[in-house]
């Protein structure tokens, strides 16, 4: 499914998916804990991993476009998987 959304500037894109009814887990509501927000940037630049976003991703060996909805700030034009 694709589904586009009008973003603010200081929404994560887990904000942005929620506010516009887009199904993302988020067990930990957005504390950057349980990973179940993972998604991949397919396009757009990305905003540096938060401290709490880095530690899951060496944890967990993400690939350089995977991350945490609750921690990425979207940017106009992003593209991303929700796996
Ligand atoms: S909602 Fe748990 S890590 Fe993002």
């Not at 630049?45 to 967990?60: C, D, F, G, L, Q």
């Amino acid at each position: 499914m694709h589904k586009s959304a009008i973003i603010g500037n200081s929404e994560t894109l887990l904000q942005v998916a929620l506010s516009n009814k887009v199904g993302l887990s988020h067990t930990c509501e957005g504390m950057g804990s349980c990973t179940t927000c993972r998604v991949f940037v397919l396009e757009g630049e990305m905003s540096k991993r938060t401290e709490v976003e880095r530690e899951r991703a060496i944890e967990r060996s993400f690939k350089d476009n995977e991350r945490l909805a609750c921690q990425l700030k979207p940017v106009d034009g992003m593209v991303v998987n929700v796996p």
